[in-house]
C-alpha cells in the first residue's frame, strides 16, 4: 500500500513558479514509476511528467517541456514537480501517482499505468 500526499499548490501569476512536493509512505523499494497528472474542470486528466524510479529517467508532455521538470529525493521518500513561466492554461488540480506494478505498456501519460493517487494539490494561474 502506497500513501501519497501533495502540496505547494498555490495561486500565482502567469510567469511565476510553483514548486510541488509529493510524499510517498514507500518509494523505490516498492515503485517502477511515479508521475505528475492535472486535471482542469470539464477536462480528461492528463499526464505532465513521469520518472523512472530507479533509473531516474524523465519524460514530459510537450506542453511543459523546458518549463516543468520532475525530479525526487530518495532519502526522503519525496518526489517532486517544478514549474516555472507558468500560464494560465496550467490551472488545474494536480494530482501525484505512483506504479507498484509495472503497466508501462499503457504509456507513461496514461492514467492506467498507475495504481496509487494522492488527493490533488490545486494551482492556479493567473493572466
Known amino acids: 500500500q502506497v500513501q501519497l500526499v501533495e502540496s505547494g499548490g498555490g495561486s500565482v501569476q502567469a510567469g511565476g513558479s510553483l514548486r510541488l512536493s509529493c510524499a510517498a509512505s514507500e518509494y523505490t523499494r516498492n515503485t517502477y514509476y511515479m508521475g505528475w497528472f492535472r486535471q482542469a474542470p470539464g477536462k480528461e486528466r492528463e499526464g505532465v511528467a513521469a520518472?523512472?524510479?530507479?533509473?531516474?529517467?524523465?519524460y514530459y508532455d510537450d506542453s511543459v517541456k523546458g518549463r516543468f521538470a520532475i525530479s525526487q529525493d530518495n532519502a526522503k521518500n519525496t518526489l517532486y514537480l517544478q514549474m516555472n513561466s507558468l500560464k494560465p492554461e496550467d490551472t488545474a488540480m494536480y494530482y501525484c501517482a505512483a506504479a507498484t506494478s509495472n503497466l508501462w505498456f499503457w504509456g507513461w501519460a496514461a492514467p492506467r499505468a498507475y495504481n496509487y493517487w494522492g488527493q490533488g494539490t490545486q494551482v492556479t494561474v493567473s493572466s
Open positions: 520518472i523512472y524510479t530507479d533509473s531516474g529517467r524523465t
